[in-house]
């Protein structure tokens, strides 16, 4: 391999060995030449066999593939800042180990960084499986669909030049996980860049089933989310439903909390309840009546601790 590496793709990883060897395997699929890429796998202390698959699959792949280890886990931010700093390619690309991304994703997202010259990052396309219905999810699951430029920077399909992660520093190794690529692109529009988007450079996204318990960690991990608007204004400006609330059924759900309390002595104070109730019914829909009374709850309940822990930590108001 003698041609001169032009994009390397850094991809963090944590005990998901079976996915990041699925995607390794189907890399050589990429329209652009394997000469001009290279992989920098990051595995962020896992405890499965990631580190000896991709060492082993460096030998049989037609590509650089390399792969590091963070010193202590991390998170994401701190795996993927370790990667791109250990490459040397002028422009960079990030990709989540759980995506596929399509065989132009590499060339196209070049082709966008080098179309686009005043842009300091560019999303790629994001989209779900096909044949998927998400309307019909109703039951705990995630996904990510990415079909313009969005205020969240997220980060499963990226690119940079080499130049502007070096003048912001990266993602947010503060921040950490949950957040930490939403801020990693606010930094650079804050550098003085601008902002991309590359349709043609398109990965698919799984759609995952998670759990209720993984909804309640995760809505405490919103504090993070606070900590962004902290640092970048501009994301709280534009992401947020008002500059006090992250979305409209987070005061909404305070408001019901009150409204309960309340009615022990006043009873049409449970009228308060209802602007959370018409406001959530589009999560409850076709759902249970357990989910619709319990489950739902402790999910806001679990995002407006997170608010508030992330707004005592941080100096600002978000509920």
């Known amino acids: 391999m003698s041609a001169t590496v032009e994009i390397a793709v850094v991809i963090p990883t944590y005990n998901n060995a079976g996915l990041i060897s699925t995607i390794l395997e189907e890399m050589p699929e990429q329209t652009l030449d394997a000469e001009r890429f290279e992989v920098v796998v990051v595995d962020d202390c896992s405890t499965d066999d990631t580190v000896a698959r991709v060492e082993a699959l460096a030998q049989l792949v037609p590509y650089r593939l390399r792969v590091l280890k963070t010193p202590v886990n991390g998170g994401p931010a701190a795996a993927r800042n370790l990667g791109w700093r250990a490459a040397t390619a002028p422009a960079l690309a990030f990709l989540d180990d759980d995506c ?26 994001t989209h779900v499986p096909e044949g998927a219905s998400i309307n019909r999810l109703t039951d705990w699951y995630i996904w990510r ?58 990965m698919v996204h799984p759609v995952q089933q998670r759990g209720f318990r993984w ?15 902290a640092k970048h204004p501009g994301f709280r400006q534009v992401a947020f439903w008002r500059p006090w609330a992250y979305r409209r059924e987070d005061p909404a759900f305070f408001l019901a909390l009150f409204g309960l309390l309340a009615a022990v002595r006043y009873r049409p104070a449970l009228l308060l309840v209802l602007p959370y109730v018409w406001w959530q019914r589009p999560s409850v829909r076709n759902v249970n009546f357990f989910r619709l009374c319990l489950q739902v709850p402790v999910v806001d309940a679990a995002r407006m601790a997170g608010h508030v822990r992330g707004s005592l930590e941080h100096g600002v108001f978000v509920l």
């Open 145 to 202: 669909v990415v079909e313009e430029p969005t205020a969240y920077f997220e980060g499963c399909n990226l690119f940079f030049p080499r130049r502007v992660l070096e003048i912001t520093g990266g993602f947010d190794e503060e921040i950490r996980y949950y957040g930490e690529d939403c801020s990693a692109g606010w930094r650079v529009l804050e550098a003085g860049f601008g902002q991309g988007f590359a349709p043609e450079a398109a």
């Open 215 to 229: 909804f309640v960690k995760n809505g405490y991990l919103e504090s993070r989310l606070v900590a962004c608007a």
């Open 100 to 125: 596929t991304p399509s065989a132009k994703w590499l060339e196209a997202g070049l082709d966008a960084l080098a179309a686009q010259p005043g842009a300091g990052v560019i999303q790629g396309r």
